[in-house]
């Protein structure tokens, strides 16, 4: 089990930007943002292996950016140009493989995650 914190949420105006960090315990293949808005399923937003190859979701391509630093074991989601429709709670997740589409399933590990809030 890998122990994940996340940490950089917080409230912000149509238009702004954020940037997500989560510290892993140890080193995972695979890493990953999830969210989940009040009342909707839990979607997948952005993954990362251990050789930098990424997927991005759709409904944040061109917006959002992830990236890993390798020796801090730290995983990141650069957050730009937000709106309202992407406030949720952002979960950090480990897993061996970075399958595609996202499937939750694969992750065996959690944050307890950090809301993110947008306001228009």
């Known amino acids: 089990q890998v122990h994940l914190v996340e940490s950089g949420g917080g409230s912000v105006q149509s238009g702004g930007s954020l940037r997500l960090s989560c510290i892993a315990s140890?080193?995972?293949?695979?890493m990953g943002w999830f969210r989940q808005a009040a009342g909707k399923e839990r979607e997948g937003v952005a993954t990362?292996?251990?050789?930098?190859?990424?997927n991005i979701a759709s409904s944040v391509k061109g917006r959002f950016t992830v990236s890993r630093d390798f020796p801090k074991n730290t995983l990141y989601l650069r957050m730009n140009s937000l709106k309202p429709g992407d406030t949720a709670m952002y979960y950090c997740?480990?897993?061996?493989?970075?399958?595609?589409?996202?499937?939750?399933?694969?992750?065996?590990?959690w944050g307890q995650g950090t809301q993110v809030t947008v306001s228009s």
């Open positions: 997740a480990a897993a061996g493989i970075c399958g595609a589409p996202f499937n939750s399933a694969d992750f065996g590990s």
């Open positions: 140890v080193y995972s293949y695979c």
């Open positions: 990362i292996d251990s050789s930098g190859r990424t």
